[in-house]
């Protein structure tokens, strides 16, 4: 795995990005922000699931004006999404949020970005380029608002990554020449509480346009892979995608977007990082698949047992294994581990073992060595 890329730091509330600093789960409230008991309702579910930064769309004044309520009733930092509207942007700023997501793909006037600009710079608030593949200036239009209709802005004729083409200007260039408009905007005005996000639906698109930026920019990459999907092929679409770039190096805070419940978008998007050995967050069970040598019902045993691991959000690796094959060598690995036999089960913690039990006790047998492990804390083991 390659160093992570270095960074300019900035500050989403007290939440640093960039810099070295933990890479951070954040997520998007899918109430009507206008309605401020439903979003801060919405808000702290997202902060118990470990959200550590919250976004929320900002259509029209109302839900600028809603932001500075939820802002007061939440404890996270709070990003404010806005498209089209500069206004909505400095409503928000007046607002006390923490964060501007603006898009260049529609929000294209060079004066207006300036004003927004200027009102940022004066509160210390950072601002987040967010490149979209379906919000894409027209081809031709960056930073221009006349002569263009949305509807014939050629960008899905423009070739994705890999794609075989005569063209020689692709999805990628348009998305990297958006962000560098933008980017020059803010710099010229000494602006440089930068983020920025390339997000497509496509794979590899999405992972050529971040790497492209990460060369050219030095300031820290929000990922995400976007409309990514439903809970499973979502979670798999942008895994697949953040962790090549992950792997690479590349990115400071993430987001999965899902057409679901939001608290998976935050559990997915740890499960991402602790793939990667990248943040600790609750447990880590690793469980066979079960096979015809299992010998006892590993898949109920696997789901019980992250279903109260998840309760305990213990930081801590739990294995639970079928049968003596690969039992006891992946049971010994981790903090705590089961490696169940004909009828009865070895327990291991950390790498010892502590009890042999009957199949019926496995269970509470093993949730009771997990009870008495102690796990360091995740600042020790940031990578
Ligand atoms: S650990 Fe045993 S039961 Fe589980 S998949 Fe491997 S061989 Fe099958």
Redesign the pocket.
């Known amino acids: 795995m390659k160093q992570r890329r270095a960074t300019k730091p900035v500050y989403v509330g007290d939440v640093k990005v960039g810099g070295g600093a933990n890479i951070t789960v954040q997520s998007m409230t899918k109430t009507d922000t206008r309605d401020v008991a439903a979003t801060v309702r919405q808000i702290h579910e997202l902060e118990e699931a470990g959200c550590e930064i919250i976004r929320s769309a900002v259509p029209d004044m109302e839900a600028a004006q809603a932001m500075a309520e939820i802002k007061k009733q939440i404890h996270i930092p709070l990003i404010a999404d806005i498209h089209f509207h500069y206004q909505l942007a400095l409503e928000c700023l007046k607002g006390g949020v923490d964060c501007l997501r603006l898009n260049p793909g529609n929000l294209r006037d060079e004066a207006q970005v300036r004003q927004v600009v200027d009102s940022a710079k004066e509160r210390g608030i950072p601002i987040r380029i967010g490149v979209n593949f379906g919000s894409l200036p027209p081809v031709g239009g960056i930073g221009r608002t006349r002569g263009f209709s949305r509807h014939m802005d050629l960008v899905n004729k423009l070739p994705k990554s890999g794609e075989d083409s005569d063209s020689d200007y692709s999805v990628v260039d348009h998305m990297v020449a958006t962000a560098l408009w933008e980017i020059s905007l803010l710099e010229d005005q000494d602006f440089d509480q930068i983020k920025i996000s390339m997000k497509a639906f496509d794979v590899p698109t999405t992972v050529e346009a971040y790497t492209r930026l990460a060369d050219m920019v030095p300031y820290p990459l929000h990922l995400g892979v976007t409309e990514a999907g439903t809970l499973l092929s979502g979670s798999i679409r942008t895994a697949v995608g953040l962790g090549e770039l992950l792997y690479q190096g590349i990115g400071d805070t993430i987001r999965v977007s899902l057409a679901g419940d939001s608290t998976d978008e935050v559990a997915a998007g740890y499960e991402i990082l602790k793939s990667l050995n990248l943040r600790r967050k609750g447990a880590i069970l690793v469980a066979?698949?079960?096979?015809?040598?299992?010998?006892v019902d590993?898949i109920k045993l696997a789901n019980d047992v992250d279903a109260l691991l998840k309760k305990s959000n213990k930081e801590i690796r739990v294995a639970v294994?079928?049968?003596?094959?690969?039992?006891p060598g992946?049971a010994k690995d981790a903090d705590v581990g089961i490696?169940?036999g004909a009828g009865r089960a070895v327990i291991f913690r950390k790498g010892l073992k502590v009890r042999v039990v009957a199949e019926e006790d496995m269970l509470t047998a093993l949730m009771e060595e997990v009870e008495k492990t102690e796990v360091a804390a995740e600042g020790s083991t940031q990578l």
């Open positions: 066979c698949p079960s096979c015809g040598r299992a010998d590993v294994m079928g049968c003596e094959v690969n039992g992946e490696a169940a």
